[in-house]
């Protein structure tokens, strides 16, 4: 049946959020179709409601169309909901006593399973004799960036992995009498702790883990995702769940590319990505498609693995990018040449030179391929986004000053001042594509929101400090990047992301002043997904 959504303040904007006003009322078809989006005087409301349309009164509120994460961890942040959060720990002791009171709490879990913890929590140190006497069980620390799995001995043990070599692009680290110490990085967590997790955790439990994870989205206003790192084991769980019945949020999938030993084992992966997008694309399986590959080309700043041009100012360190110019081009050729889209993780100056000259050299305009992250680009490399037609995908959460504050010593000050360029790469001409990276980080759109537009802390609200405001964006702008910045990111723009006339009626209602200093306090009430409601937080 036609439903006429009215008594609100309905976003209006260009793609980037430029002339942005607010309609009165939104009309759509019996599929869930916007077809008029105006006042309360236009023709087709006065037909619609002699015909006895139903009516749905958003009581003043603000309707923006529904977020779509562009970057995240679908099968990872449904298990996040289950595992400790050491996020609010500041040392040692906390963490210690976290892990306690979990294990207290759940004494027939096989295993412990943690997440937040940070570098500078532990001085930069993760070995499993610190958190060895907690508990028998195996225990497994996520970093909060997903880039290190944290493990006690038993974990370890569980895993296999004393004798195990290190795989390419990661670290096992070892002691002086090379045992395994306790942590694993980078490619290591990715190919060695993930598949092992995924493979011991019971199937009905991936199954909760995903239900858990839509109506976590649903119940913040998200409509759509893009999940950043596909792999056999959550593409499986995926599938069971879809065969379960529709799901009320839109998925586009990037598969992960892990580092091997030879370039046809690389591209064999891509091979893999390419068969799933003929079975999984826009015409066969709109809401839930392969649309391209990952590929991780670096670390993070706080752990001294982002691939920099200078070395670090703490240690000297000096950390190149996982994949080489000649390792990645291939790899985006074969892709670009199938009709994927790369997503290329690039955190540090250098890795981000090395991934728009792949991109440059290897791919073909209109693509859409994107970069992750991007929180050191030169002001060179920040203007060749735009002009390369490279989608710029950006997580405002992790630029809030709470969790920077070892950054200056880690970069000196000169080079924070280059730290989240987002309003230098819009300038530029990229799309901004906004994404929260959960479960690194809280998936709240509306909390995202206020770091990109204030470059305030979420996380700590009364910190006055504030990241590099120049780079800050306009409300509107935010807005759009997280809903039609997303949308476009991923080719989903002809049917989602803007409250317009052919487009789909997924709606986010929210309790808000249209104020960025009061983001904080902004609420979502109701979420609507083709028409339908999907989250209504006064029922």
């Given at each position: 049946?036609?439903?006429l959504?009215?008594?609100?303040?309905?976003?209006q904007?260009?793609?980037?959020?430029?002339?942005?006003?607010?309609?009165?009322?939104?009309?759509?078809?019996?599929?869930?179709?916007?077809?008029?989006?105006?006042?309360?005087?236009d023709?087709?409301?006065?037909?619609?409601?002699?015909?006895?349309?139903?009516?749905?009164?958003?009581?003043?509120?603000?309707?923006?169309?529904?977020?779509?994460?562009?970057?995240?961890?679908?099968?990872?942040?449904?298990?996040?909901?289950?595992?400790?959060?050491?996020?609010?720990?500041?040392?040692l002791?906390?963490?210690?006593?976290?892990?306690?009171?979990?294990?207290?709490?759940?004494?027939?879990?096989?295993?412990?399973m943690?997440?937040g913890?940070?570098?500078?929590?532990?001085?930069?140190?993760?070995?499993?004799?610190?958190?060895?006497?907690?508990?028998?069980?195996?225990?497994?620390?996520?970093?909060?960036?997903?880039?290190?799995?944290w493990?006690?001995?038993?974990?370890?043990?569980?895993?296999?992995?004393?004798?195990?070599?290190d795989?390419?692009?990661?670290?096992?680290?070892?002691?002086?009498?090379?045992?395994?110490?306790g942590?694993?990085?980078?490619a290591?967590?990715?190919?060695?702790?993930?598949?092992?997790?995924?493979?011991?955790?019971?199937?009905?439990?991936?199954?909760a883990?995903?239900?858990?994870?839509?109506?976590?989205?649903?119940?913040a206003?998200?409509?759509?995702?893009?999940?950043?790192?596909?792999?056999?084991?959550?593409?499986?769980?995926?599938?069971?769940?879809r065969?379960?019945?529709?799901?009320?949020?839109?998925?586009?999938?990037?598969w992960?590319?892990?580092?091997?030993?030879?370039?046809?084992?690389n591209?064999?992966?891509?091979?893999?990505?390419?068969e799933?997008?003929?079975?999984?694309?826009?015409?066969?399986?709109?809401?839930?498609?392969?649309?391209?590959?990952k590929?991780?080309?670096?670390?993070?700043?706080?752990?001294?693995?982002?691939?920099?041009?200078?070395?670090?100012?703490?240690?000297?360190?000096?950390?190149?990018?996982?994949?080489?110019?000649?390792?990645?081009?291939?790899?985006?050729?074969?892709?670009?040449?199938?009709?994927?889209?790369?997503?290329?993780?690039?955190?540090?100056?250098?890795?981000?030179?090395?991934?728009?000259?792949?991109?440059?050299?290897?791919?073909?305009?209109?693509?859409?391929?994107r970069?992750?992250?991007?929180?050191?680009?030169?002001?060179?490399?920040?203007?060749?986004?735009?002009?390369?037609?490279?989608t710029?995908?950006?997580?405002?959460?992790?630029?809030?000053?709470?969790?920077l504050?070892?950054?200056?010593?880690?970069?000196?000050?000169?080079?924070?001042?280059?730290?989240?360029?987002?309003?230098?790469f819009?300038?530029?001409?990229?799309?901004?594509?906004?994404?929260?990276?959960?479960?690194?980080?809280?998936?709240?759109?509306?909390?995202?929101?206020?770091?990109?537009?204030?470059?305030?802390?979420?996380?700590e609200?009364?910190?006055?400090d504030?990241?590099n405001?120049?780079?800050?964006?306009?409300?509107?702008?935010t807005?759009?990047?997280?809903t039609?910045?997303?949308?476009?990111?991923?080719?989903?723009?002809?049917?989602?992301?803007?409250l317009?006339?052919?487009r789909?009626?997924?709606?986010?209602?929210?309790?808000?002043?249209?104020?960025?200093?009061?983001?904080?306090?902004?609420?979502?009430?109701?979420?609507?997904?083709?028409?339908?409601?999907?989250?209504?937080?006064?029922?």
């Amino acid at each position: 049946m036609a439903a006429l959504f009215y008594n609100g303040r309905f976003f209006q904007s260009g793609p980037k959020g430029e002339n942005h006003s607010f309609a009165d009322l939104l009309l759509t078809d019996a599929s869930g179709k916007i077809v008029h989006v105006g006042s309360e005087n236009d023709e087709q409301i006065k037909a619609a409601e002699a015909a006895g349309v139903s009516k749905h009164d958003m009581r003043g509120r603000i309707v923006l169309p529904g977020f779509i994460d562009g970057h995240m961890h679908f099968l990872m942040l449904g298990q996040s909901l289950q595992k400790a959060g050491l996020e609010a720990c500041k040392n040692l002791q906390d963490i210690r006593r976290t892990i306690n009171e979990f294990a207290a709490a759940h004494p027939s879990v096989a295993r412990i399973m943690c997440k937040g913890w940070m570098h500078s929590m532990t001085n930069g140190e993760a070995l499993a004799s610190m958190i060895d006497d907690l508990d028998p069980r195996p225990i497994f620390i996520d970093s909060k960036d997903l880039h290190s799995t944290w493990c006690n001995t038993a974990a370890l043990n569980e895993m296999g992995v004393q004798d195990m070599p290190d795989p390419e692009g990661g670290k096992i680290h070892r002691d002086e009498n090379g045992k395994a110490s306790g942590l694993l990085s980078e490619a290591a967590a990715v190919t060695i702790v993930w598949p092992h997790i995924a493979r011991v955790a019971p199937k009905e439990e991936k199954l909760a883990a995903l239900r858990g994870a839509v109506e976590a989205y649903n119940a913040a206003g998200y409509t759509g995702l893009v999940e950043m790192a596909m792999d056999e084991n959550a593409w499986e769980a995926l599938q069971m769940l879809r065969r379960e019945g529709t799901l009320p949020i839109r998925i586009a999938v990037h598969w992960l590319i892990t580092p091997r030993k030879t370039e046809a084992e690389n591209l064999g992966q891509v091979d893999r990505a390419i068969e799933l997008n003929r079975q999984f694309n826009a015409d066969t399986s709109p809401d839930c498609r392969v649309v391209g590959i990952k590929v991780i080309g670096d670390g993070i700043i706080d752990g001294c693995t982002a691939g920099l041009s200078e070395p670090y100012t703490s240690n000297g360190v000096s950390c190149d990018p996982i994949w080489s110019l000649a390792e990645l081009g291939p790899v985006v050729k074969k892709a670009d040449a199938a009709g994927l889209q790369c997503a290329l993780h690039a955190i540090g100056d250098k890795t981000i030179r090395v991934a728009i000259d792949s991109l440059e050299q290897n791919a073909s305009p209109g693509r859409r391929h994107r970069i992750e992250h991007l929180e050191l680009a030169s002001p060179e490399d920040a203007a060749r986004l735009g002009k390369l037609g490279i989608t710029a995908s950006i997580q405002p959460v992790h630029a809030d000053p709470a969790i920077l504050r070892a950054w200056p010593s880690l970069l000196g000050p000169s080079r924070c001042e280059r730290a989240f360029a987002y309003k230098e790469f819009a300038d530029g001409g990229a799309v901004l594509a906004l994404g929260s990276d959960a479960p690194t980080a809280p998936h709240a759109p509306l909390k995202n929101a206020y770091t990109a537009a204030t470059r305030r802390s979420a996380r700590e609200p009364k910190l006055t400090d504030r990241m590099n405001p120049h780079f800050a964006l306009e409300l509107a702008a935010t807005i759009a990047a997280g809903t039609e910045g997303s949308a476009y990111s991923c080719f989903a723009d002809r049917w989602t992301g803007k409250l317009e006339v052919g487009r789909m009626a997924d709606l986010a209602v929210v309790d808000m002043e249209w104020d960025a200093n009061k983001l904080l306090e902004a609420r979502v009430m109701q979420t609507w997904f083709s028409g339908e409601k999907v989250f209504d937080a006064e029922v």
